[in-house]
């Protein structure tokens, strides 16, 4: 039996199929890796408008770093997006307007802000990075009063969480018995976690983050037992962790 579509319905079904569906998050993404900086932008905003708060996020990262002549840093537009991205509960946007609120980059200084937007990052998400940055504001008293046991319980949490800055810094204070008990070993164990990131992330906190050359220096303070413990241990957890990155099928 042969199906007749009516006029009207054929030329329904027609929009239908030609009618382009929305740009995604991902669509903006592969662009962005092939280096289409301009057609990522165009393809987030599309799915930023539809309500997307990863393409929020990324269109307002976009705009606070700016990409050379291609684009110009907006921090107005990054806020903006960011905002979006936050309403939605979004932790890496909470993060990022902590960061602008704490530098005064597109808005005021305002360190008691920043603050809040970081606890906010870790309420929703336990971001280590956020656990990272209270630590800071606690340790630095930026915004609050000077407090370094609870900058300690920030930086403790962050280097748990994987965040290599805080690992590096978790290693020096137990290396240096401050704020907690001297342990040359758990020093040794957490400045190799952190030697094992990409230098870069530890530069981005400090020049003087050197987690390779501070590994160095703990190694020759242990005696061979202890260093053998150490090594041990070291090696353990990163077994652990890659089984936990590549669980069996």
Request: charged fraction near 25%; glycine fraction near 8%.
């Amino acid at each position: 039996m042969r199906i007749q579509f009516l006029p009207a319905i054929s030329v329904a079904i027609s929009l239908l199929v030609t009618v382009p569906a929305v740009a995604s998050y991902e669509d903006g993404l592969r662009a962005y890796k092939a280096d289409q900086v301009s057609a990522a932008r165009e393809l987030w905003e599309q799915a930023a408008e539809a309500g997307d708060k990863r393409a929020q996020f990324e269109l307002g990262r976009l705009y606070e770093r700016g990409k050379g002549r291609i684009l110009r840093r907006d921090f107005a537009s990054a806020i903006k997006w960011y905002n979006a991205a936050a309403e939605q509960a979004y932790p890496e946007a909470f993060y990022a307007l902590g960061s602008m609120s704490e530098n005064g980059d597109g808005m005021r200084q305002d360190y008691l802000q920043a603050l809040r937007y970081y606890n906010l990052a870790v309420r929703h998400a336990g971001l280590p990075k956020a656990y990272f940055a209270v630590g800071q504001m606690y340790f630095h008293g930026r915004g609050v009063p000077q407090d370094y046991l609870k900058a300690i319980e920030s930086y403790i949490s962050a280097a748990r969480g994987g965040y290599a800055p805080a690992q590096y810094v978790y290693g020096a204070l137990l290396e240096q018995g401050w704020g907690v008990k001297q342990d040359l070993i758990s020093s040794y164990i957490w400045y190799g976690l952190a030697a094992r990131e990409d230098p870069k992330i530890l530069e981005a906190v400090s020049m003087n983050f050197d987690a390779r050359a501070a590994l160095e220096t703990v190694r020759r303070k242990l005696n061979n037992h202890d260093l053998r413990k150490a090594e041990e241990q070291l090696r353990a957890i990163i077994k652990d962790q890659k089984k936990s990155q590549n669980p069996p099928e």
